[in-house]
């Protein structure tokens, strides 16, 4: 009798211990995840941001309107016009008419809402806005969205 209790109670103890470690693998999952997720949107909005700095203007959105789209025209002529842009969730910045599109975030996280929307007609002034999620993640990892301003400074 006493074997069959103690038994029981091991069988317990190493329940809760798969469940404790369980449950730890799943939290780091999510932390790493979210970790991920804000480097590779706070990392392209920057990066967006500094680009639209140093423009020397901005072609599209109009303004008032949105668009997924930015174009923006520069002094050297080796990067003009510059476009940024989401395509399949993936932010890529394209400089000169004929450069090759380079992406802004990993394969890892995916652009759902990414918009500028240009917003004052006496300085080049853009607001964007982008939102990513990590690929193929279960709907209860967490998603970020990131709202800025950027400026012509030239």
Known sequence: METLIYTAFVGMIMGSMVLLASTAFTVRSKLR???????????????????????SG???????????????TT???STNPTTI??????????EGATGTAQTLSSSEVSFSNFSFTR???TAAMVRVVASGALRNAAASYATLTV????????
């Open 58 to 72: 901005i072609t599209t959105p109009d303004l008032g309107t949105s668009s997924s789209t930015i174009v923006l």
């Open 147 to 154: 709202t800025t301003t950027a400026a012509v400074r030239r």
């Open 85 to 94: 842009r989401n395509t399949g969730g993936i932010i890529t910045i394209t």
């Open 33 to 55: 995840a979210s970790i991920v997720l804000e480097q590779n949107v706070r990392f392209a909005v920057t990066r967006i941001t500094s680009v639209v700095s140093d423009a």
């Open 75 to 77: 002094t050297v002529a």
């Open 119 to 121: 917003v004052s007609s």
